[in-house]
């Protein structure tokens, strides 16, 4: 063994790896020991360091075999369970979340390759315990779920929250529900009317006290209809008292459509006439 490669440890290896990046960019810039070194190792340098001392993680992973080769069980589930952790970790870049429907790159993390999973492991099944649903599904069912809760019009970014039992608790709820809420008739036309009601108020407003400080909830009257869901399910929970801290925004259509505040208390307090 070389001087050279004695000097080749987990404490070092950085800087070694810096050494090789220069060296393919352009030789000579690399002292002359570490110049012949690289050329005596070949094309193996970067496979030779990157995967032997870099730790490895979601952005670092190992190197996966991708060529088809037999995977055992616990290798396969180890490999699915990563590619789940990536959507709940990163899902929230690929979801559609620009109004202008702009496109945007897709973390390479959400693919199946970086994984080392292929598209024809798509029919195998897996167990699913973690996901809800049947205890046993395909990975093709896996991805189009966890792409549906992840990667559609709701961005969730939550796996930074230190209590695991909070985590938990929403990978759960959105998972099972695929971030998606099961409306009825009648509770869709409630919606549409709370919704329709803030519309109006809002306008009406702004059109009424032209300059005037009207908090305007502009833009976000789907808070009223939120806010009134919110309220009948605390309600079917037995919650006796809510506290609401309000922000300046939409104050007013808040008093008026959700707390009950009569429109001409809040009219008469615009005209001055409150003391």
Known sequence: MSQTEDRLDSQNVAYVERLLELFQRDPTKVP???HD?????????????????????????????????????????YRV?????????????????????????????????????????????????SLGGPGTQTLGDVVERLRTTYCRYIGAQF?????????DWLAERMEQTQNRLALSREEQ??????LTDAVIFEQFVRKKYIGAKTF???????????????????ARQRIDEIVMGMAHRGRLNVLANIIGKTPREIFWEFADHCF
């Open 32 to 34: 002359t020991e570490w």
């Open 37 to 77: 070194y690289f050329r005596r190792i070949g094309g193996a340098g970067q496979a030779r360091f990157a995967p032997s001392f870099r730790p490895a993680s979601l952005f670092n992973p190992p190197a996966l075999a991708t060529d088809g080769r037999h995977l055992g069980a616990a290798e396969w589930q």
């Open 81 to 129: 369970s990563q590619l789940v952790r990536a959507y709940r970790v990163r899902g929230h870049l690929a979801a559609k979340l620009d109004p202008l429907g702009m496109g945007r790159p897709e973390p390479p993390e959400l693919g199946l390759a970086f994984h080392g999973l292929r598209s024809a492991d798509l029919d195998r099944s897996i167990s699913t315990a």
């Open 159 to 167: 796996m930074h929250i230190d209590e695991l039992e909070v985590r």
């Open 189 to 194: 036309l409630e919606i549409l009317t709370r």
């Open 216 to 234: 305007s909830l502009e833009g976000a009257e789907s808070l009223i209809p939120l806010l009134d869901l919110a309220i009948e399910k605390a």
